[in-house]
């Protein structure tokens, strides 16, 4: 298993300002993703964060906008750029130990872009 | 692409009723299969999967699925519901790598 700790837990922030999401695991993981989860909808996948190399993306979703980091195997960073309303969502990070196993979540961050 | 569908966005019963949500997913080849639940206030959490064998699979608090795949789904079963099993309910699917699929999930409340 895994404990992960999403910062913030929720934030209201300006339209055209970024906030950053920060991901902490209790131990080292291979994989790190972020997913979207916006009202009503289910969970999308943003980007699959590789440690030390560039993220890599899923259709419709871009770095300049969704900047990651993953500086090691514990922790990861997503930043959302310029954003507007339509980013007002649940962000969440996830880890998986291996191939073809369960994936492991994070409680989420819900932002609201006013 | 591969797809995860699941019938019913919202489903409300009574304690002790039973429970079946459907699930059916995209892909021709070899799949894992995955419910996770989400109660209020919580992060998402396994409750029960599938990767080969006995194609009926026991979870966590009296839940179960079948993976039929000829027909391309992974119901989840629970014969007697309660109160506490209020929450919501995602099946997503894995086709090799790491990367999950998932439903658009499936609300259930539970009357008590």
């Known amino acids: 298993s895994a404990v992960i700790s999403q910062k913030p837990s929720r934030d209201i922030c300006q339209r055209g300002t970024s906030l950053t999401i920060q991901c902490q695991v209790d131990?080292?993981?291979?994989?790190m993703f972020w997913y979207r989860q916006q009202p009503g909808q289910s969970l999308t996948l943003i980007a699959t964060?590789?440690?030390?190399?560039?993220?890599?993306?899923e259709s419709g979703f871009v770095i300049d906008k969704f900047p990651i980091s993953r500086p090691n195997l514990t922790f990861s960073t997503l930043t959302v750029s310029n954003m507007s309303p339509e980013d007002s969502s649940i962000y969440l990070c996830s880890v998986a130990h291996r191939e073809n196993t369960e994936a492991f979540f994070g409680q989420g961050t819900r932002l609201t872009v006013v | 692409a591969q797809s995860v569908s699941q019938h019913n966005h919202h489903v409300i019963l009574s304690e002790a009723a039973s429970l079946e949500l459907g699930c059916n997913y995209s892909?021709?080849?070899?799949?894992?299969l995955f419910w996770y639940v989400q109660y209020p206030g919580q992060h998402l959490q396994l409750l029960l999967k599938y990767f080969s064998g006995d194609p009926l699979v026991k979870g966590i608090k009296g839940f179960e699925a079948e993976f039929i795949k000829s027909k391309f789904s992974f119901n989840l079963r629970k014969p007697s519901v309660q109160w506490s099993d209020t929450a919501e309910y995602f099946c997503?699917?894995?086709?090799?790598?790491?990367?999950?699929?998932f439903g658009a999930g499936t609300r259930l409340f539970v009357k008590a």
């Open positions: 997503a699917v894995s086709t090799g790598g790491f990367k999950t699929i």
């Open positions: 964060a590789n440690q030390g190399s560039e993220a890599t993306y």
């Open positions: 892909y021709g080849g070899t799949v894992n």
């Open positions: 131990s080292q993981v291979t994989m």
